[in-house]
Nanobody
Framework: QVQLVESGGGLVQAGGSLRLSCTAS????????MGWHRQAPGHGRELVAA???????TYADSVKGRFAISTENAKNTFYLQMDNLKPEDTAVYYC?????????WGQGTQVTVSS
């Protein structure tokens, strides 16, 4: 399984932007799923955005039009661009990859949006 390392979290004011990165220790090209989940205090982990195979990205309704997932296969990296952030986006964000060899999760990166 590949190891995933996230970066790019932090503290931002409402309306601001952040870009999260997830870099894999090996090739993630042709992964079954590449995606981002988040978990806010007192809540379960929820899917934020994902790319399933070669299909178009899918997004949670709460982030549609504000977040965008993209990949840079040459760098074994995928991203989550988050614009117009809201306080309710505050959570720990985890990247995730599912390949035939199995699933991998990143360690999580904190995103805090102040009002």
């Amino acid at each position: 399984q590949v190891q995933l390392v996230e970066s790019g979290g932090g503290l931002v004011q409402a309306g601001g932007s952040l870009r999260l990165s997830c870099t894999a220790s090996g090739s993630i090209f042709n992964s079954t799923i590449m995606g981002w989940h988040r978990q806010a205090p007192g809540h379960g982990r929820e899917l934020v955005a994902a790319i399933l195979g070669r299909n178009s990205p899918t997004y949670a309704d709460s982030v549609k039009g504000r977040f965008a997932i993209s990949t840079e296969n040459a760098k074994n990296t995928f991203y989550l661009q988050m614009d117009n952030l809201k306080p309710e986006d505050t959570a720990v964000y985890y990247c995730y990859v599912l390949r035939p060899a199995g699933a991998s999760w990143g360690q999580g990166t904190q995103v805090t949006v102040s009002s």
